[in-house]
């Protein structure tokens, strides 16, 4: 060996390859749960417990081999990696899914677990094992990873966004190996520089394991095209004579849907008596073609991104490509609802083409902050329509209170409002009275000339029975649930019960008592999850060092996930901020594991600035919409760096305070383990965002009565 580098740059560079695992497999989660955030705090909190395991097994082993074990698992990480990729995508078919069903969530758990468990106990093992390195002191290898993570964050973005997941892998393979050679001299790094070489060679070896792997996913489907954007996955599967577009697993448009295209379109324009200028969110599928039968001046077509509209453009019919032509026609980018704040009283009818509330984005379309955006980009008179699944005859309890938790914010916001019923439920809504008489719309449908298959005088007496829309109306009006809102996501509750409904597993009945636990259950509970860990790891005076962690390290992880909502709900996007805001709570933890604090201060600062970020955050999610986007993106990253600040000085002090490394990390990691899906599955959708901040809060209580009582016992001592 010719050279040798400092361990720690070892430990930066496999803490980079582990972060940047994250952000890919944590998009591999989201796509095999078709877009539903829960599943990014299940594989969180996975990730933290494997985590956890793999740095306490690592403390069972004898320490002189700690240099060896070490590039073992780095060189181990590869494959690791590949295989965690390869089983996420084979996911449907090691369950044997039918083409289009769900995981249950005991399948969706038990998937994760076989993902994440190769990567996770790896990851969890090098920390411990790096401190064990000759020179290195624990809290320097807690900075160093952390400083590793930094880096994943700033960079895995950019790498997910730009490259498919196999050659992601395929660097990060390299970068671990790397690792290794930093550690054990420059024979190493010849051999990383000869991987290296074989991964970029490699690459078209990599595109057919992606192509085959993608196919896993949609068994039974065929593959038109793929993508990979700032807003995820996109994948257009051929079905017959349509096509079908998915953003990260989740079904976001059928293209083209003729019938329900046709309907929502004339219900709304034929509303206004001199429809002009329109605006349409996602109008790819069908809307447009029939929007412009229509005597109208102007249409806005409005899409999240220029890459996913380019990827509809191509799957979309022959008549959305030619009405793209039309001069009336243009097409704006970007959030649809920053879009409609811009457009103060300009459009006559507004057309969400919306999916169900199955993911908190899609649900951030159908809250009152949404309405009131749409309501006040409307001219007086002006209609605003959009569609959710209902019912031919049966309405589900769930069913009635996530349509009803829309309806009711419709209602907050405008003063009259129409909803259809039968299979699928049109709501239509204004600040004017609404026409519902069938033979005046056919009486307009005519005069405009307007010629339509599934829309007509008789057809519209179908959809809109009197007494049925009477009826509806009603068990929407008296349903016992609150209007949805940002803070308070009901209609996203309720379609987690919906879906939940056919789905019998344990994990299914577990998250479904846990929903119906009040808010001082559940805080009672969590109190005494998060207490008896600590107690028992811990001896003597360690306790309440080891306790303070604990809850530091639930609050900070309930804090990112809150973190995580509030971004979805005022960016309208996830995961181009994702490896931004977790550089921002590692930079904060870095930062804060360099100081030596006295270890009372240490312990009482870290609590106390656990509780900031919750405390902080309802007030930013108000404020969200005034605030422009760059100084909303830098207050989201100074709530995510100031809960990874919290996590370093709790940890750092409770080293300062004599507690094993080991302890102090599983004990970290637990707490937030706990904190994930706890937060993401019952606290927010349950009780919203303002009171999931105080279960946050509350939670401290345990912990800082510890604290004042060994303080109080010191001074007892000291004047004895």
Known sequence: MLFRVSPLASVVLFGWVIATSQTMLLREALAAAQGNE??????????????????????????????????????????????????????????????????????????????????????????????????????????????????????????????????????????????????????????????AVVAVSGQSGLGAIEARSLAWRWPGETIEASAYTRHGHVAVLLRAEQRALYEDGHLALVLPERQSSEELAHLALLQVREPRRIFVARGLGGLLPEILKHPVAEVAVAEPEAALAAMEIKAADFATRQALRDPRVHMLTGDVRRLLRQRDAEFDVVLLSTAEPSTLLASRLLTKESFAEARRALRPGGVLAFALPGAENYYSPELVARNGAVYKALASVFAHVLVTPLSTNYFLASDAPLNRDPVELARRLAQRKVTATFVDEYSLAVLMPEERVQSLAKRYREAGVAASSDRLPTAYLHNLLVSGRADSGRVADLLRRALGLGFWSLAMGLAVLLVVPALLVARGRQRPALLVVSVVGFASMASAVLILAVTQSAMGVLHHLLGALLAANMAGLAFAATKAPRVGIGLWGGLGLGLVVPAFLPLLSRVSTQVPPPLMIAALLLASLAAGAAVGIAFRSALVAGTTPAATYVVDLLGAALAAPVVAAVALPGFGLDAACALVALLAVPAAMVLAFGVALALLRRDA
């Open 38 to 195: 829960l599943a990014i705090a299940l594989a969180l909190g996975q990730w933290l417990v494997l985590t956890a395991a793999g740095s306490a097994a690592a403390g069972l082993l004898p320490g002189r081999l700690s240099r060896q074990l070490f590039v073992f698992g780095a060189v181990l990480l590869g494959p690791a990696l590949f295989a965690a990729l390869l089983t996420a995508r084979g996911l449907p078919r090691l369950f044997s899914l039918a083409p289009g069903a769900l995981l249950t969530l005991d399948q969706h758990v038990l998937g994760l677990l076989l993902t994440l468990a190769p990567v996770c106990l790896v990851g969890g093992a090098s920390f411990t094992l790096a401190c064990r390195l000759p020179g290195v002191e624990p809290a320097r290898a807690y900075l160093a990873e952390a400083a590793g993570w930094l880096l994943g964050g700033v960079t895995a973005t950019w790498l997910v966004e730009t490259w498919q997941p196999f050659a992601v892998a395929a660097g990060l393979c390299v970068g671990a190996v790397l690792a290794a050679a930093l550690l054990v001299g420059r024979t190493w790094t010849l051999a990383a520089v000869a991987l």
